[in-house]
């Protein structure tokens, strides 16, 4: 085993799991309405856990078929964590829980302590003005350049920083974005999609799933990525000025009509994406009459 640095916060173990009891019996059930949800995300939803040592952003991993995948999981995202931080970004304290079910099977949790919702950078681009907007976008393109290489990725969309005390604390590392000098992910790719039915199936979805990661990789991919999701937030009017501030910086400039048709694109997939995953949800349930074993956010209206 590698080491282990110590913890960022001590883990509130006995509400962990009673929380899991309580997802476990909301899929059970498929009712999930006594979850208290912090946030949604493309993929999964973030849980709330209230405890007396405070209140924290829980985000269930899939299930890991045994402890070596489990483990170097765990391995990559500690090494995510420390390469985020050498490279100036601030990242939200996160730690990894975990509990052994049966056959080996491991179920896991991102715990971060809950940070103000109300400060997600999302949402601020909302409520703040211009003059805000624009010092924001400024801090972000800092940190999006230092952090941001061929080997380091970040999924930078809005919705991942919460603004606190004027520091962009970066959030969502459960994918930790991480190549070797080939290019190859070092995340396990297979067990993080095994929520989208076909793309293991189909050994050409996998290689598009390459390209779907590349864009995460160079500044202009992650730039292109949240201005597109800008009109997802519909914070499109914030577009043009973003614009001109990220081409200052950029060696082949991004269009109006680029990102237009970049959030086309991603809007098109991940609608795709969650209505395979409904159809799976109800096959699973409806046909096979078993647990379907993931969270899913509700549709986005794009
Ligand atoms: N530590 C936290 N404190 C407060 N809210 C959080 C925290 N972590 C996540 N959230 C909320 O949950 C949403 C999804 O979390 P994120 O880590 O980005 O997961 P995903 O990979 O599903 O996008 C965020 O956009 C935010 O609204
Ligand atoms: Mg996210």
């Known amino acids: 085993m590698t080491f282990r640095h110590p913890p960022a916060f001590p883990l509130p173990h006995a509400d962990l799991e009673d929380l899991e009891r309580r997802v476990r019996h909301a899929l059970r059930t498929a009712d999930d309405s006594a979850l208290d949800v912090l946030g949604y995300g493309e993929i999964t939803l973030v849980l709330r856990l209230r405890t007396a040592a405070g209140s924290f952003a829980c985000k269930r991993l899939p299930a890991f078929p045994d402890r070596d995948r489990f483990e170097s999981y765990r391995d990559g995202l500690d090494a995510y ?5 050498e490279r100036g970004l601030t990242v939200a304290p996160t730690e990894v829980w975990h509990t052994s079910g049966p056959g080996g099977r491991i179920t896991a949790y991102c715990v971060q302590r809950e940070l103000p919702p109300e400060r997600l950078c999302s949402r601020l681009l909302h409520t703040e003005d211009e003059a805000w907007a624009k010092n924001f976008f400024v801090r972000f393109l800092d940190r999006v350049d230092a952090a941001v290489g061929p080997t380091t990725g970040l999924d930078a969309q809005a919705a991942n920083w919460i603004d606190v005390d004027g520091e962009l604390t970066y959030l969502d590392v459960t994918t930790p974005l991480m190549r070797d000098a080939r290019g190859r992910e070092q995340l396990d790719v297979r067990l993080f999609f095994t929520s989208l039915p076909w793309i293991l199936r189909d050994v050409v979805r996998l290689a598009m799933a390459k390209s779907i990661f590349d864009k995460f990789y160079e500044t202009r991919g992650v730039l292109l990525d949240f201005l597109g999701n800008l009109h997802k ?3 499109g009017a914030l577009v043009p000025a973003f614009l001109e501030e990220a081409n200052a910086r950029l060696a082949r400039p991004l269009t109006a009509d680029e990102v237009a048709a970049y959030y086309r ?23 096979r009459r078993r647990t379907y074993p993931f969270l899913l956010p509700p549709p986005v209206d794009r």
């Not at 964590?81 to 931080?85: F, P």
């Not at 694109?265 to 046909?287: P, S, T, Y």
């Open 81 to 85: 964590l420390r390469r985020l931080a």
């Open 233 to 235: 937030e519909r914070l």
């Open 265 to 287: 694109d991603d809007a098109r997939m991940w609608e795709l994406i969650q209505r395979l995953r409904a159809a799976d949800r109800f096959w699973h349930r409806k046909v």
